[in-house]
């Protein structure tokens, strides 16, 4: 009875610091450099040969590599970028493995398109897995807007309008789609147009992402027509005075502006000499094509959160 | 049914519990609620859709493994223990041992079932807050599962009145890989000429079509399932285990059990 006492006590005790010396060695072994990133590695790369060995159990597969596929760009997000080396080739087998698993196609397209070191900066096959969701899933009238979204950002208005226009002839197709088709065949690369892409994009989904990244792009937009206009009064104002203004202040007790004016944060606009405005806080305003302060690198990670 | 037949399935399905092959719950339980937890944090948009893969999958394969390891035991395990003797020597009949087998084993495979149904509709309506009608198709799913089983332990039965249990679960595990490929199998018959097409042919009508009975993404996407595919899968599950047991009973009857 004593010996059996003594061979538990031994054993639990052995389990226990055994087990305890594991997970501190396996922290070591985290922390050694590794000698190849198993990372950028994808061990079988063909969607048929997986669909054929997962038995027909493919869609918890496309779930498990659609899980994958945002670890690897969320991770690679946080190292700051890089070639997104296996983006493409994981959103291909999930989608392959189960053509109607949407978010892949509507946040897979976004991750492609995205410019580096944000995105793969792949417009390419942005369009090309999007144009295979549609094939896959062809009453689906989000998949068209958003395929109108990546040639949209491409430039390419023609195609966009296409897409929006076959996108708008779905049955329960959202109405702006056809005032989008129209829109971007007339005015393709109007702030106007932008604005309405984003807005709609805003209003129509329940995605607290999306939204924030529609909300930020529409701030951007803003701030666009913001500085845009303001530079133009402080053109106006060195015509009737022959100088640039120092500072907004001047610009208030002259009457050309009513106060100091504010980006869509709150936060006041500065001015610089030689008459350019640009935001005071350029981090928490992503998206900017104007206001930006010279040499200003934008960061790997679009701050789209407005809280401090 | 027959009273004896009903008591050896009252006592397969006994003897399976006190095997504690529902331990398996457990395990599934853990499993089902880590996914409806976890999934939603580091994924995007799939938590129903995981629930419902992870769910349907770990009940189908807990209970094809269920179906061939107790299923291959069957016989050979109350030959070793010489319990085959003590029934066979009272007024039962060997087809009647073999029926009453199956019906044990597929009986705890829906009582199995039935509490994993449980624990996939719990996680659902965990993740989406509220059960909607479309989810309805998870129950046909599942019947599909129960399906797959019934095929299953019909197969396991036949190679144990046979064969030794570990040949046994080896047939019985190839014959449910080559069966999730039926439908590539016919495909190929299809493709090829003379005598490679007959002999693809037959091959693809011998083994069972699981492939058929695999409708877990189109439920996960909320597709219906057509009623005429529901009825036709039946009757072929119904045919084919018929076919399977009756193979089993002409071994068994002719096995010299001395």
């Given at each position: 009875?004593?010996?059996?006492?003594?061979?538990?006590?031994?054993?639990?005790?052995?389990?226990?610091?055994?087990?305890?010396?594991?997970?501190?060695?396996?922290?070591?072994?985290?922390?050694?450099?590794?000698?190849?990133?198993?990372?950028?590695?994808?061990?079988?790369?063909?969607?048929?040969?997986?669909?054929?060995?997962?038995?027909?159990?493919?869609?918890?597969?496309?779930?498990?590599?659609?899980?994958?596929?945002?670890?690897?760009?969320?991770?690679?997000?946080?190292?700051?970028?890089?070639?997104?080396?296996?983006?493409?080739?994981?959103?291909?087998?999930?989608?392959?493995?189960?053509?109607?698993?949407?978010?892949?196609?509507?946040?897979?397209?976004?991750?492609?398109?995205?410019?580096?070191?944000?995105?793969?900066?792949?417009?390419?096959?942005?369009?090309?897995?999007?144009?295979?969701?549609?094939?896959?899933?062809?009453?689906?009238?989000?998949?068209?807007?958003?395929?109108?979204?990546?040639?949209?950002?491409?430039?390419?208005?023609?195609?966009?309008?296409?897409?929006?226009?076959?996108?708008?002839?779905?049955?329960?197709?959202?109405?702006?789609?056809?005032?989008?088709?129209?829109?971007?065949?007339?005015?393709?690369?109007?702030?106007?147009?932008?604005?309405?892409?984003?807005?709609?994009?805003?209003?129509?989904?329940?995605?607290?992402?999306?939204?924030?990244?529609?909300?930020?792009?529409?701030?951007?937009?803003?701030?666009?027509?913001?500085?845009?206009?303001?530079?133009?009064?402080?053109?106006?104002?060195?015509?009737?005075?022959?100088?640039?203004?120092?500072?907004?202040?001047?610009?208030?007790?002259?009457?050309?502006?009513?106060?100091?004016?504010?980006?869509?944060?709150?936060h006041p606009y500065r001015l610089e000499a030689g008459g350019r405005v640009i935001v005071s806080d350029p981090d928490d305003l992503p998206f900017l094509n104007q206001g930006l302060p010279s040499g200003y690198v934008s960061k790997a990670v679009p701050k789209l959160s407005t809280a401090n | 049914m027959n009273a004896r037949i009903l008591h050896i399935a009252t006592n397969t399905f006994r003897e399976a519990v006190r095997d504690r092959v529902l331990y398996n719950l457990i395990a599934f339980a853990l499993l089902m609620s880590a996914a409806a937890v976890l999934v939603g944090q580091i994924s995007i948009h799939i938590e129903k859709l995981v629930v419902i893969n992870l769910g349907l999958t770990a009940v189908s394969l807990f209970g094809i493994v269920i179906a061939v390891f107790i299923g291959i035991g069957l016989v050979s395990k109350e030959i070793d223990k010489r319990t085959l003797y003590t029934v066979l020597s009272r007024p039962v009949r060997r087809w009647e041992f073999i029926a009453g087998k199956f019906l044990g084993l597929a009986g705890t495979l829906v009582v199995n079932t039935f509490f994993m149904a449980i624990g996939v509709f719990a996680a659902l309506a965990y993740v989406s807050h509220h059960l909607e009608s479309a989810d309805l198709g998870v129950l046909v799913a599942l019947y599909f599962i129960v399906l797959q089983f019934v095929m299953i332990t019909a197969l396991a039965l036949l190679f144990s009145s046979f064969s030794t249990p570990i040949f046994s679960a080896i047939f019985a595990f190839w014959l449910f890989v080559i069966g999730s490929f039926a439908q590539d199998l016919r495909n190929f018959a299809a493709m090829a000429h003379g005598i490679t097409r007959f002999l693809a042919t037959a091959a693809a009508y011998l083994v069972p079509n699981f492939s058929a009975l695999n409708v877990i993404s189109q439920v996960a996407h909320g597709e219906p399932v057509p009623h005429r595919l529901i009825l036709l899968n039946t009757t072929y599950v119904l045919v084919y285990s018929a076919a399977v047991l009756s193979g089993a009973v002409l071994i068994f009857e002719r096995r010299n059990l001395k």
């Open positions: 009875m004593i010996r059996s006492r003594q061979v538990t006590a031994i054993a639990s005790t052995v389990l226990v610091c055994s087990m305890a010396m594991a997970a501190l060695l396996l922290r070591k072994v985290d922390e050694a450099p590794p000698a190849a990133s198993l990372q950028q590695m994808l061990y079988i790369s063909s969607p048929k040969l997986l669909k054929r060995l997962c038995l027909g159990y493919e869609g918890l597969l496309a779930d498990i590599y659609w899980t994958r596929t945002v670890q690897y760009f969320g991770s690679k997000h946080r190292q700051g970028g890089g070639t997104y080396k296996l983006l493409w080739p994981l959103l291909n087998i999930t989608t392959q493995l189960d053509p109607h698993l949407i978010p892949a196609y509507e946040f897979g397209g976004t991750f492609l398109i995205a410019k580096q070191p944000q995105g793969a900066g792949d417009p390419g096959k942005a369009i090309e897995l999007v144009q295979y969701g549609t094939q896959m899933n062809p009453n689906d009238w989000h998949l068209f807007y958003d395929l109108a979204f990546i040639y949209y950002d491409q430039k390419d208005y023609r195609h966009a309008a296409d897409a929006f226009l076959r996108g708008s002839q779905l049955p329960n197709a959202h109405p702006f789609l056809k005032i989008m088709a129209a829109q971007m065949a007339q005015h393709g690369g109007d702030l106007k147009t932008a604005r309405m892409m984003w807005s709609a994009t805003y209003q129509t989904t329940h995605d607290k992402m999306i939204q924030a990244n529609a909300a930020a792009h529409l701030r951007a937009i803003q701030v666009d027509e913001d500085v845009a206009a303001i530079e133009q009064l402080v053109q106006t104002y060195r015509h009737r005075t022959g100088h640039f203004p120092q500072t907004f202040s001047e610009m208030v007790s002259s009457n050309f502006i009513h106060g100091i004016p504010l980006d869509p944060l709150g | -």
